[in-house]
């Protein structure tokens, strides 16, 4: 069976995520070792450096989402079945920096969907525990694996249901965060589509960098952040960074 590497990636005015893309792509090729294809605009695509063998697919990306007053273009994740030409697919943020082959072992499982359900605060400050905001648990859709078979279209079309009528899941869940956020679309569709009695889960925690830690330096073991006055490093470790000003470092 075919596997690879789905990631989306869309420049906006605010941030140059093509160069983020670079560096994701990087890591992706020393550790992980899989075929990639990414998802992108043509005005993005010409700013990419190349990258050697990429499958590339464009597509404009649906606007609408802001973080903090700037563009956010991530709506797009409903895509990934019908977007991926792999029997078994690997779905990443580009910020997702895989810094060890760790994920690799769970693409030979007999699961038809893996997502995370929780994320480590590196900074120790548990930033990430959401269930405070919403009646459902939320997932991680940074990162999830999934093969192409009649559950997961099942799984992608209701994902696309959720994601249509998301105003109205948003009041039913009552959940606080408004913007529209994958995360809870594929919360959501995993609960209504496994009758509320639970799914399988990546057994994992996301390590990651909250947006007020800045990045000092990156390299093809880890990278040194900082937040406040303490300076720390990653190093062989999967992390997922939230400050975009690592496009810049």
């Known amino acids: ?20 893309l670079e560096k994701c792509v990087g890591l992706i090729r020393k550790n992980i070792k899989l075929e990639i294809t990414v998802v992108t605009n043509y005005e993005t695509f010409k700013k990419i450096q190349p990258l050697g063998f990429i499958n590339y697919k ?4 649906e606007l609408g989402n802001k973080k903090l007053g700037k563009e956010w273009n991530n709506v797009d994740r409903h895509l990934a079945y019908e ?16 810094y060890t082959d760790n994920l ?22 548990n930033t990430f525990n959401n269930r405070v905001w919403s009646m459902i648990p939320m997932v991680w859709a940074t990162v999830f694996i999934f093969k192409k078979t009649k559950y997961t279209k099942k799984l992608f079309d209701t994902i696309k249901y959720v994601k249509k009528y998301y105003s109205y899941f948003l009041e039913l869940y009552r959940i606080f965060y408004k913007n529209f956020r994958n995360d809870y679309v594929f ?7 496994n009758g509320f009695i639970g799914y399988n ?12 830690c800045k990045i000092i330096k990156m390299t093809d073991n880890g990278l040194v952040w900082q ?11 999967d992390v997922h960074v939230l400050n975009k000003e690592i496009a810049n470092v």
């Open 1 to 20: 069976m075919s596997k690879g590497v789905l990631l989306f990636c869309f420049d906006t005015k605010h941030t140059q995520y093509h160069k983020i």
């Open 58 to 61: 464009f597509i404009e990306p």
């Open 83 to 98: 977007l991926s030409p792999y029997d078994i697919t690997l779905v990443m943020d580009i910020d997702y920096f895989c």
């Open 104 to 125: 690799v072992q769970f693409l030979d499982t007999n699961y038809d969907f893996l997502i995370p359900t929780h994320a480590h605060d590196l900074t120790q400050r």
């Open 187 to 193: 919360a959501i569709a995993l609960q209504q589509l």
């Open 201 to 212: 889960t990546l057994p994992m925690q996301i390590s990651t960098l909250p947006p007020d």
């Open 227 to 237: 937040y406040k006055d303490q300076i720390n490093f990653v190093k062989d470790q």
